[in-house]
């Protein structure tokens, strides 16, 4: 099993930035392709970003150019860099294996809130 901590949401204006960081309780970034995630009310989760083992990334269309996705294997940490937030990126936000394996549990999330 792997233990997934999700932090740095928060209430922020359009337009404005957040950095959301995600710890494993073992190193897996370096081995594992690894994804954010997002829910938002009355929707399914959905996969917003990608990074494999080796570093190539992925976007969905709708924060392609908006968003970063990185890690850091000394660390065990991956991170979200998202900028030129919107009200529809309000979600809660999860970093998990892409695709996710039934031994990498769901953490609790963090929530993002875009909202004048």
């Known amino acids: 099993q792997v233990q997934l901590v999700e932090s740095g949401g928060g209430l922020v204006q359009p337009g404005g930035s957040l950095r959301l960081s995600c710890a494993a309780s073992?190193?897996?970034?370096?081995?594992?392709?690894m994804g954010w995630y997002r829910q938002a009310p009355g929707k399914q989760r959905e996969l917003v970003a990608a990074?494999?083992?080796?570093?190539?990334?992925n976007y969905a269309d709708s924060v392609k150019g908006r968003f970063t996705i990185s890690r850091d294997n000394a660390k065990n940490t991956m991170y979200l860099q998202m900028n030129s937030l919107k009200p529809e990126d309000t979600a809660v936000y999860y970093c998990?294996?892409?695709?996710?394996?039934?031994?990498?549990?769901w953490g609790k999330g963090t929530l993002v809130t875009v909202s004048s």
């Open positions: 998990n294996t892409e695709p996710p394996y039934s031994w990498s549990t």
């Open positions: 073992r190193n897996i970034f370096s081995i594992y392709a």
């Open positions: 990074i494999t083992s080796g570093g190539s990334t």
